[in-house]
Structures are given as C-alpha cells and as structure tokens.
C-alpha cells in the first residue's frame, strides 16, 4: 500500500467495525459454545471488511476483565493488552500472513508450522489468518493443507479468499465457508460512517460508493486526492498519473485505481441511451486489457495512452 495511505487506513488501526453486528454475534455465540469451526474461510471482494471484522472478533475473543472489548458499541479499546501486543508483533496467540503484498511460499508455511508446534504459555486459542489466501501457488496450498487438515485443540485457522483467483478446491473442502455480501444501503452505510470516523473529503466517496466495495474506494478516493486526481479531469490525464504512481511505486492499487475510473466512465456511458452500448461495452474492455499487460508485462507507458488518443470519445 502506498506510504501516505498506509498506515491511516490499516484495518489494525480500526478501532470500530461497522455493518458486521450480526455477523460478530454469531460467531461470538459459536465460540462460546465451543463450536467454532477450526477452518474458517471469508469468502468476499476486496474492500469488504473481511480483515477488520475478524480483527475484531479476535479481539473480543483474546480480551478478559483487565482488558475488555466493547461488544455493545463494536470497539477495541487501545489499551487494551492484547491489542497492544498485537500491534508489537509479539502476541503468540496471532499468526497473520498478508498473501497479496508477499507471496508465501513453502518456507512460510513451514514456519507456520513450527510455530504451531508449540503450545501457548496463555493456553489460550490460537488463531492463524492468511489474506489472499487464494493467490497462494499450488505447493504453498497444498503445504498449508497438511497443517490443516489435523489442527490441534487450541488452533484454528481463518482464511481470507478475496476472490481475485479460484481458491484451490481441496482448500475449501476443508473449511466452513461464510460468503460476506454487503447489500447496497450497509454499504453506504459503512463508508458515510468512515466519511466521518476519518475526517474524509467526500469527493469520490458520495458520487460513486455503488461503483466498488468500501474499503476499495476509500483507497481509491485517498490516491486521487493525494494526487490531485479531479472527477472532472480527462480519463487521459487520470491514467497518465496513475500510470506514473505505479511505476514508482510497483503498486498494484494504482493499477486497480485505473480499472476503477475506466468503471465509471463506462457506467457513465451507458446511462445515454443514444449510445452504442456494444462499442462502448468492446472499447472498456480493451482499456482494461491494455492496463493489465502494462503491469504484467512492463509496456511502455506511451503505449497504453496512444489507444487513449484514439477514444476520444472514451476517454
């Protein structure tokens, strides 16, 4: 994530979880009735709240007395211990591996594995979350399988499938599924109360939350204002910039940011009925197609904005 973005917005630093109430009680209830599935997997896009909700959830379940999680208004206290120790890197009782910024691979399973070895002097539940777990290469997959399919009393896994690739399928078999899905009214919901929890200008948020998942756009917001990305500026010049911001930084949020912008344009497009929604429709997605090469395979950047010039009427 880029460094202006990075720490603001990271989930550990969101002390309120919002839109996942039910969600956060049942899985408080099968907890408490000690029928918590060892092997969960959150299934759901990008953005979507999967990590903040199950950092809370952790949270609520690694708290006590001394150090308390406010389940009435859905909150983490900073002070609280574990939290502390968490954010310290030094909390035994929680493993999470981050898939989508550095690619596991057999080492990292095997260290997982060692440190699953031993038990916790706490002996309280561990949990170990994956992110991306769908990005895995089949050897890494097939490595976490051994560990998973025979999981010790205290340790459970959860796995966060972002649904960029197809998770492997004996992955799935192993575990309990939640599919996460926010209707549009908890969508909003959720990013007018981020509005307000960060101090945010509206700018994209209030004219295009239908377009992407909360998290996504309050990303994508964030690097338009920072780059002084204005709604009315040319889909051209928007790409231009982006473009540049991910060859400095080998980010693939910019190019994300990029598809994002070349969504509402096209959405835009569609609502006049006067258009030829097939060229517009086969135009998109050569915009998209070119972006992704530009990243996959290191175009030069001229090449991408010289099929821009030839859309004026696109772009």
């Not at 996942?20 to 299934?43: A, G, H, R």
């Not at 038990?119 to 539940?125: D, Y």
């Not at 790409?239 to 994300?256: G, Q, V, W, Y």
């Amino acid at each position: 994530m880029p460094d202006f973005i990075k720490d603001k917005f990271n989930p550990y630093n969101s002390l309120q979880l919002y839109g996942y109430e039910k969600l956060f009680n049942n899985f408080v209830n099968l907890y408490q009735q000690k029928k918590l599935p060892k092997v969960i997997l959150l299934s759901g896009e990008k953005g979507l709240g999967k990590f903040t909700f199950i950092f809370h959830l952790l949270n609520y379940f690694f708290s006590n007395k001394e150090s308390s999680y406010d389940t009435k208004n859905f909150k983490i206290d900073p002070h609280n211990y574990c939290y502390k120790k968490i954010l310290s890197n030094i909390f035994e009782n929680f493993i999470y591996i981050n898939n989508g910024q550095n690619k596991v691979g057999i080492e990292d399973i095997r260290k997982i594995k060692n440190k699953l070895s031993s038990v916790p002097l706490n002996n309280i539940p561990r949990f170990t979350v994956i992110d991306d777990v769908e990005r895995l290469n089949i050897n890494s997959a097939n490595a976490l399988l051994k560990i998973i399919e025979e999981p010790s009393d205290i340790n459970y896994f959860i796995l966060i499938n972002n649904k960029k690739n197809l998770i492997l399928e004996t992955l799935r078999s192993r575990s309990i599924e939640t599919k996460i899905f926010l209707d549009r009214s908890k969508q909003e919901f959720i990013i007018d109360n981020l509005i307000k929890n960060y101090n945010l200008n509206p700018g994209y948020l209030l004219e295009f939350k239908k377009y992407t998942t909360p998290g996504m756009l309050i990303l994508f917001s964030e690097i338009c204002s920072n780059l002084s990305i204005d709604i009315d500026m040319s889909l051209y010049k928007k790409t231009s910039l982006l473009l540049d911001e991910f060859r400095k930084n080998k980010n693939d949020i910019f190019i994300e940011c990029i598809k994002f912008i070349i969504d509402i344009n096209f959405y835009s497009q569609i609502e006049d009925k006067k258009i030829n929604i097939i060229n517009v429709c086969n135009k998109k997605d050569k915009l998209i197609k070119l972006i992704t090469q530009y990243r996959n395979f290191n175009l030069n950047k001229n090449t991408v904005l010289e099929y821009f010039k030839s859309k004026p009427d696109y772009a």
